[in-house]
């Protein structure tokens, strides 16, 4: 956190309520700590779960994908999967 805060450290700012040796205090410091701590987790936390994310949705994608077209053996052109004869070249094709 030194890094972030330019090596300041929060922790040890405090408003003393009251006066004597034992008088209360109200540590804000450590507030303002905990809360840029949880700032820096969270968006650690956010980074890793994006790219998780991120990794699925391309695995899935290439799991998905099924192939649409064959090409004819004869003109080489592209036609539909389930074409029992090519419509550039008229030729029958095997199934």
Do not use: W
Not at 68 to 85: L, M, N, V
């Amino acid at each position: 956190m030194s890094l972030l805060t330019g090596g300041y450290d929060f922790t040890k700012l405090s408003v003393v309520l009251g006066s004597g040796e034992n008088a209360a205090t109200l540590n804000y410091g450590l507030f303002i700590s905990a809360v840029i701590n949880f700032l820096l987790i969270a968006l650690v936390i956010f980074c890793l779960i994006k790219a998780l994310n991120k990794m699925k949705d391309k695995v899935a994608k290439k799991e998905e994908e099924a192939p649409t077209t064959k090409k004819c053996p004869f003109c080489k052109s592209e036609i539909d999967i389930e074409a029992t004869r090519c419509p550039h070249c008229t030729s029958q094709l095997d199934s």
